[in-house]
């Protein structure tokens, strides 16, 4: 079998750290653009009120902390159905060689975006191996590609999923499974509330997340900084590089 295009329409999906921000807004795109039933994944669930009551049974909120190993099997053991696995969760932990706090940042930063999207991609794996077709989506960073001095930790964090992506992919080559990698820009959430930058939207995010899936794209770029810097990443990773260490 041969991953390629994925259709939303009619799918089940799984999203982590579905209560705010890019993950709230692909929850709500999946589920506007007609997916079947949408697993929201949260650490409170009932921060996900409002959404049940608007999409009734098709968002089931599911409790998930991506550190808490029994949190990530008893997720992927509810939604054991799922198709489309977004790993979306994730934080910012600012530090650095100079910011006295280097390896207390880059175990937090590592924790949550590395450890646990890497835990919950092989809970989920087996199940998704069943389905006819079905994609993992997971979100890095264009700082993933190119680090930044003021989040280095963060950037580390971000390039291993890069890694991890560019070798799941590998993997699973000749399997019913299309591995999308997705590499925002600033974008405004909450995790870049305190930065003086232009920001896209979050929809925005979600909406090119759909497309790229749809489209059987490997690499998202999904926003206006984002689709600039990843076509020079493609000309000049160097230039990338120079670019983003000044800040
Ligand atoms: N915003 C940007 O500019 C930007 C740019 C590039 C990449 N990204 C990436 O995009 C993803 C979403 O970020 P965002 O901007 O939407 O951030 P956000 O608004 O801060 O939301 C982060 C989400 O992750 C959840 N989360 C944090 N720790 C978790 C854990 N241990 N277990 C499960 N869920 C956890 C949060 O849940 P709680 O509500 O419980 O804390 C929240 O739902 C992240 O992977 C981030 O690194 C963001």
């Not at 999946?30 to 009551?53: D, I």
């Not at 003086?196 to 790229?212: C, F, H, L, T, W």
């Amino acid at each position: 079998m041969k991953s390629g295009l994925v259709s939303v329409e009619g799918k089940v999906a799984f999203v982590s750290g579905s209560n705010r921000g890019i993950g709230k807004a692909v929850t709500l795109a999946l589920l506007e653009r007609g997916a079947k039933k949408v697993y929201a994944g949260a650490r409170n669930p009932t921060s996900l009120n409002s959404l049940k009551a608007c999409y009734g049974d098709r968002l089931v909120a599911v409790e998930l902390d991506v550190t808490r190993d029994e949190s990530i099997a008893e997720a992927a053991r509810l939604a054991g159905d799922c198709e489309i696995l977004i790993n979306n969760a994730g934080i910012f932990s600012v530090g650095n060689f100079l910011s006295g706090n280097l390896l207390e940042s880059l175990n937090t930063n590592l924790e949550v975006n590395l450890w646990g999207l890497v835990k919950l991609t092989a809970a989920f794996l087996p199940n998704l191996r069943k389905q006819k077709s079905a994609a993992i989506a997971c979100v890095s960073s264009i700082i993933g590609l190119a680090s930044m001095p003021m989040g280095l930790t963060y950037c580390v964090s971000k390039a291993a999923v890069h890694s991890t992506i560019q070798g799941l992919r590998g993997e699973l080559k000749d399997s019913n499974i299309l591995v999308s990698g997705v590499y925002p820009g600033p974008i405004e959430t909450d995790m870049t509330k305190d930065l003086q930058m232009d920001k896209d939207s979050p929809e925005n995010v979600a909406r090119y997340i759909i497309d790229g899936l749809e489209s059987g794209l490997e690499d998202i770029f999904p926003d206006a900084m984002s689709s600039e810097m990843g076509k020079l990443y493609a000309d000049s990773p160097k230039e990338l590089e120079k670019q983003f260490s000044g800040f």
